[in-house]
């Protein structure tokens, strides 16, 4: 653990590869929820897109972590959970521009929420298990 915080302290901190990070995961979940779409013609639900949820919550909070150089342990997790609550915005509003048959505010609301609190928490999740183990 020593080892780990004097190499922080040699780098400095970044956060511009969240951005990065950020919009590949929500292409990929924007791009999972268009699979669905396309393929099953249902609705959308969260009960089939949440794996794709969580693994890019997790995956993306662990990424965020790894990539932020000489930032202290709490600002790398905060980092990953903002990113995460980003990727999950990014996803809904790609949800809504997909959608063909419309969708209500109420239902975007629901979307953005959800998906926010999903990718938000496994992002903090990810980030301070690569914490521990990285």
């Known amino acids: 653990m020593n080892e780990r915080e004097e ?3 040699t780098q400095k901190p970044r956060a ?3 951005v990065f990070i950020v919009f590949i995961f929500a292409l990929v979940g924007g791009y999972a929820e268009y699979l669905y779409i396309t393929r099953t013609g249902l609705e959308l639900s969260l009960k089939y897109i949440a794996p794709a949820l969580i693994v890019s919550g997790f995956l993306g ?3 965020v972590n ?3 150089g000489g930032a202290s342990s709490v600002r790398r997790v905060l980092l990953a959970v903002v990113s995460g609550i980003s990727t999950g915005i990014l996803i809904a509003v790609m949800s809504l521009l997909m959608d063909i048959d419309g969708i209500t505010p109420l239902t975007f609301l629901s979307y953005t929420v959800w998906r926010s609190f999903i990718t938000g928490t496994l ?3 990810g980030a301070a298990l690569a914490e521990f183990k990285v």
């Open 123 to 125: 992002s903090a999740v």
């Open 66 to 68: 790894v990539g932020s």
């Open 7 to 9: 190499l922080r302290k």
């Open 16 to 18: 511009w590869h969240a």
């Open 61 to 63: 909070g662990v990424l």
